[in-house]
């Protein structure tokens, strides 16, 4: 069965960084393409960054450009985002999610809050 | 960037009654619009892809269909656990974008 599952939120202070990490299991991670989305309370969905199966192309939102970074790890099964400079804004549930068939995104784990408060 | 927009951005119904969301997106992503189901408290579902495709495991009462610009997802007789939010987004192009959702309500 496929189940992805994210760790690594948390409080932090604005200016703070954070990192999570999406551990994927009961798949072949690493032929899948991964995506990072977030929601923030009672809002809707956005999408934040994307990597490739290889690492070979990374995409970000323009709201996180230069202040997070998307990597993976495919012998571990690992997909992590670090998140440095973090804003207000930015306090939401973190998603990882795999993409299948015409880029569609068919497993998603039960998200990671990040909270950003002083 | 693609903007998508989503009509209504909420919906009462009764179980049994057909229900139609749609999804209009800013310039042509051709078919490339996905449907996501998200309950409370839990991570999205994706229940249709390529605009018209069902997941597999999800119910036949789902159907999706456009292409272009315009798209519509419909629930031929809602049931209980199908009241949720409902969102489409496309891939054709990054950043990738979402609707802003549909809250559909058990009237």
């Known amino acids: 069965e496929v189940q992805l599952v994210e760790s690594g939120g948390g409080l932090v202070q604005p200016g703070g960084s954070l990192r999570l990490s999406c551990v994927d299991s009961?798949?072949?991670?690493?032929?899948?393409?991964m995506n990072w989305v977030r929601q923030a309370p009672g809002k809707g969905l956005e999408w934040v960054s994307y990597?490739?199966?290889?690492?070979?192309?990374?995409h970000y939102a323009d709201s996180v450009k230069g202040r997070f970074t998307i990597s993976r790890d495919n012998a571990k099964n690992s997909l992590f985002l670090q998140m440095n400079s973090l804003r207000a804004e930015d306090t939401a549930v973190y998603y990882c999610?795999?993409?299948?068939?015409?880029?569609?995104?068919?497993?998603w784990g039960q998200g990671t809050l990040v909270t950003v408060s002083s | 960037d693609i903007q998508m927009t989503q009509s209504p951005s909420s919906l009462s119904a009764s179980v049994g009654d057909s229900v139609t969301i749609t999804c209009r997106a800013s310039?042509?992503?051709?078919?490339?619009l996905n449907w996501y189901q998200q309950r409370p408290g839990k991570a999205p579902k994706l229940l249709i892809y390529a605009a018209s495709t069902l997941q597999s495991g999800v119910p036949s009462r789902f159907s999706g269909s456009g292409s272009g610009t315009d798209f519509t997802l419909t629930i031929t007789s809602p049931q209980p656990e199908d009241f949720a939010t409902y969102y489409c987004?496309?891939?054709?192009?990054?950043?990738?974008?979402f609707g802003q959702g549909t809250k559909l309500e058990i009237k």
């Open positions: 999610a795999r993409e299948a068939v015409a880029e569609s995104w068919d497993y």
């Open positions: 009961g798949f072949t991670f690493s032929t899948y393409s």
């Open positions: 987004q496309q891939s054709y192009s990054t950043p990738f974008t």
């Open positions: 990597i490739s199966s290889s690492s070979s192309t990374i």
């Open positions: 310039q042509t992503i051709r078919n490339y």
